[in-house]
C-alpha cells in the first residue's frame, strides 16, 4: 500500500487527474458552444442540427421513429461534421489558451537565462583581468 500511495502522491499523477476533470468541464463548454451558436449559425443556411444531415447511400432510406434506420445504407455525415467542429474548436482553444502562453513564457525564461549567464561570463572575466593585474603588480 505505500507504493501504491507514493504513486497517487506523485506530481504527474495529481496532474493528470486534475488536467482530466478541467478536460471534462471543458468539453461541456465546448459542446454548449456548438449547440448553441454553431448549430444556428449553420441552421440559417439548413437545419439547426447538424446530426439531421445524412445521405442514402444504398436504396431508398428508411428511418424508424427512433432514429435509426430500417432499410438502406444512411451515412450519418452531420455527426461527423458535427464532432469535427468540437474538436477544431477545442484544439483552437487550447492551443491559443495555453500553448502559445505558455511558449512566449518559456521564452522569456529562457531569455533572461541567457542574460543572466552572459552577465556571470563578464563579471568571471573582468575578475580574472582583476587578479592578472594584481598579479602583475606584485
Known sequence: MKGFKEFLLRG?????????VIGAAFTNIVNAFVKGVINPIVGVFGTKDLGSYS???????????????TSGILILWGTVLSA????LITAAVVYFVLIV???RMAAKRKSAVE???EAE???VQLLTEIRDALVAAR
Open 12 to 20: 504527474n499523477v495529481v496532474e493528470l487527474a486534475v488536467a482530466v
Open 55 to 69: 445521405s442514402c447511400l444504398k436504396g431508398p432510406c428508411e428511418v424508424s421513429a427512433t432514429g435509426e434506420p
Open 84 to 87: 469535427a467542429l468540437q474538436f
Open 101 to 103: 502562453p505558455m511558449n
Open 115 to 117: 542574460a543572466a549567464a
Open 121 to 123: 561570463a563578464k563579471e
